[in-house]
T-cell receptor
């Protein structure tokens, strides 16, 4: 089992640019989660999907953030336009029941 | 929203020592999980434990849901145990809900 796969692992971009983060959940898992980790705010849930449907997006910071899950094996988190305060590690996780399995994260730096 | 407090915030142990990490939460929960974030940033699920006691090798966890706390025990600590330990809870009343709120973590350093 390859685990949760995220790409890219590192991203450096300039303010105002569009950023797209990608996630492939573990095969057979029906829930997918996007988290953000910063020193100031710790680990925060941004959005989660169940059976490809967004269930709770109350953690999405603002309209610049959007997430999609077009099928059971792929999800994207997009930031447009990016700002320096978006710099963080973004994790994707998936689960079948309660136990969540995390990907390695994408470290984003917005200059 | 629910408050999740972990203690101690930092812990330094000599290799071979035992430790207890605590997680207090402010509301009833249906889901509680412990995670270990290693020094390379990877988050590993240790336990799903909304109540009761579980053991996995040198690690064990106990959750007393009625008193709103959970404990993680690490015995015979090893340098590979270093990292940050997070407690995460879901206060939803819906069975199977999975909206986790994370505590601020306990940073453990095990020295040889």
């Amino acid at each position: 089992d390859a685990g949760v796969i995220q790409s890219p692992r590192h991203e450096v971009t300039e303010m105002g640019q569009e950023v797209t983060l990608r996630c492939k959940p573990i095969s057979g898992h029906n829930s997918l989660f996007w988290y953000r980790q910063t020193m100031m705010r710790g680990l925060e849930l941004l959005i989660y999907f169940n059976n490809n449907v967004p269930i709770d997006d109350s953690g999405m910071p603002e309209d610049r953030f959007s997430a999609k899950m077009p099928n059971a094996s792929f999800s994207t988190l997009k930031i447009q336009p990016s700002e320096p305060r978006d710099s963080a590690v973004y994790f994707c996780a998936s689960s079948f029941y309660e136990t969540q399995y995390f990907g390695p994260g994408t470290r984003l730096l917005v200059l | 929203g629910i408050q999740v407090e972990q203690s101690p915030p930092d812990l330094i142990l000599q290799e071979g020592a035992n430790s207890t990490l605590r997680c207090n939460f402010s509301d009833s929960v249906n889901n509680l999980q412990w995670f270990h974030q290693n020094p390379w940033g990877q988050l590993i699920n240790l336990f799903y434990i909304p109540s009761g006691t579980k053991q996995n090798g040198r690690l064990s966890a106990t959750t007393v849901a009625t008193e709103r706390y959970s404990l993680l025990y690490i015995s015979s600590s090893q340098t590979t145990d270093s990292g940050v330990y997070f407690c995460a809870v879901d206060p939803s009343e819906k069975t199977g809900a999975n909206n986790l709120f994370f505590g601020t973590g306990t940073r453990l350093t095990v020295i040889p």
